[in-house]
């Protein structure tokens, strides 16, 4: 079954450069979900897409934005980038993000690492 | 706030031994809950999904239940093996918040052979 695909697998940076995450959801699902996981840490909820549209907003940093396109895939956009930006950032898709019980996939990750 | 616990932090068993872990959430207005494991430095990978409205879920050797009156859920796990060695993350889904998951900290699980 084809699962959430997450580009890069790794990105190395300098602080202060800009980065850019890619995520491809499962085919037929609508939302997207980014999180962010610091070393030793659980999963961060960031900022979530219905239909291309922003559905939902959590601790995401004013130096990052993000988008969902026609195809439904999502690009997180990093600027200004920290060492504390350093982390596995994830991407989930599910069927709808309205109502109750949908089920989130994830992806396996990018790790960013802030030099 | 809304909160998720998760006792023990690490837990170390031999293997063959069945066991618990513990999830515990501070709001019970939930859509629901998901059980995860994390190989160190991978992904998520879903074990379990429990509506609002069911008690429990099962998928071979796991089994996940829900009381959402007491703000609780546990993952039993069967037969441990070697290979169940992982951190184990509940995440909740509240009705107040979104779509978005709130995870715990996760219960690092060594099964010793």
């Not at chain 1, 959590?58 to 920290?82: C, K, T, V, W």
């Not at chain 2, 006792?7 to 809950?33: K, M």
Request: aromatic fraction near 10%; proline fraction near 5%.
């Amino acid at each position: 079954a084809a699962g959430v695909i997450q580009s890069p697998r790794h990105l190395i940076k300098e602080k202060r450069e800009t980065a850019t995450l890619k995520c491809y959801p499962i085919p037929r699902h609508d939302t997207v979900y980014w999180y962010q996981q610091g070393p030793g840490q659980d999963p961060q909820f960031l900022i979530s897409f219905y239909e291309k549209m922003q559905s939902d907003k959590g601790s995401i940093p004013d130096r990052f934005s993000a988008q969902q396109f026609s195809d439904y895939h999502s690009e997180l956009n990093m600027s200004s980038l920290e060492l504390g930006d350093s982390a596995l950032y994830f991407c989930a898709s599910s069927v709808g993000a309205l109502g109750r019980g949908y089920e989130q996939y994830f992806g396996p990750g990018t790790r960013l690492t802030v030099t | 706030k809304q909160e998720v616990t998760q006792i023990p932090a690490a837990l170390s068993v031999p293997e063959g031994e069945n066991l618990v872990l513990n999830c515990s959430f501070t709001d019970s207005a939930i859509y629901n809950l998901q059980w995860f494991r994390q190989d160190p430095g991978k992904g998520l990978t879903s074990l379990l999904l429990i509506q609002s409205s069911q008690r429990e879920q099962t998928s071979g050797r796991l089994n996940a239940s829900l009381d959402k009156s007491s703000g609780r859920s546990t993952l039993y796990i069967a037969a441990s093996q070697p290979g169940d060695s992982a951190t184990y993350l509940c995440a909740v889904r509240w009705e107040t918040s979104g779509s978005r998951l709130t995870f715990g900290e996760g219960t690092q699980l060594t099964v010793n052979p």
